[in-house]
């Protein structure tokens, strides 16, 4: 019987990858997680011997908790999560349960060195519009809801990134970054894990737009004309990175569950043009 402070995987699947998403606690021993390196998306991985000392900067956020199977680990971990304030479930059946569900993975070896606080710090060029707006929102949606971005002139990329141990994106000459017809977007998906049909979808659209592609998608017009617009709107490239989260979350969750809505006001209209 599930327990009362537990978590269905296709409850946190419909989760990921939204602003709602809560943190993913990942307690798997060490002897598991070698045997299959991969994270639960936008999850970090803590020692469940440690969890008074980690366990307060979770606060003010809910949690899931995900051992191998669902059970000791995480349901230990979680009450005591519970007992410093914080809200924590378990996911049901744990890691293999999500794995089984063939839900995404990313793969530990995919992600970049972290900082001494735990972030990914990737670093790209300034006066983002596409490419380098989309990406960021993939990372902090789906890889690491911590990530920092470092937003510097094109000619300081290749320096800032060894100055200050940042990993270089969407620039010339680097791992991630535009490959043959694709964008650096649709490079990320497929690198880290996550090639699902919405972000498949999601990623013609970024590509359409970000290559001067119009007819890849219908909407990369439209995503052209609002990423130009946002430009115009912010001087400060992390403000417009903020108002960018907004427009991904709103076309990813278009991409998943509204693609067949459509919208035709008033009917009576439409009714006397037929």
């Known amino acids: ?33 070698d045997a299959d390196p991969r994270l639960l998306p936008a999850s970090i991985r803590r ?32 009450a005591w999560l519970r007992h410093h304030g914080i809200q924590a479930d378990v996911l049901e ?8 569900a063939k839900l995404p993975l990313v793969p530990q070896a995919a992600l970049p060195p972290r900082d001494a606080r735990g972030r990914t710090v990737w670093v790209t060029r300034s006066r983002p519009k596409i490419d380098r707006i989309a990406c960021p929102w993939l990372i902090r949606r789906f890889v690491d809801p911590d990530a920092v971005f470092l937003f510097v002139a094109p000619s300081e990329v290749e320096a800032v990134a060894e100055r200050f141990g940042a990993t270089p994106f969407d620039c010339e000459g680097v791992f991630w970054s535009h490959r043959g017809e694709t964008c650096t977007f649709d490079v990320m998906v497929e690198e880290f894990g996550l090639g699902t049909q919405p972000l498949r979808h999601l990623g013609t659209i970024v590509r359409g737009a970000d290559t001067g592609r119009p007819d890849l998608a219908p909407e990369a017009a439209g995503l052209l ?16 990175l903020e108002a960018g989260m907004g427009l991904y979350d709103a076309l990813y969750r278009w991409c998943r569950d509204a693609t067949d809505e459509t919208h035709s006001w008033p009917a009576a209209h439409r009714a006397k043009t037929r």
């Open 47 to 78: 020692s469940h011997r440690e969890v008074e000392a980690w366990a307060s900067a979770l606060a003010g956020r809910s949690a899931i908790v995900a051992c191998q199977k669902g059970l000791k680990l995480s349901e230990g971990v979680a």
């Open 225 to 240: 004309a609002v990423s130009l617009g946002l430009s115009r709107m912010h001087g400060d490239d992390l403000a417009q």
């Open 1 to 33: 019987m599930p327990s009362p402070n537990s978590m269905s995987v296709d409850k946190l699947a419909r989760l990921i990858g939204t602003p709602k998403q809560p943190v993913l606690v990942d307690v798997r021993i060490d002897e598991d997680f």
């Open 93 to 100: 059946g744990g890691f293999l349960a999500w794995a089984e």
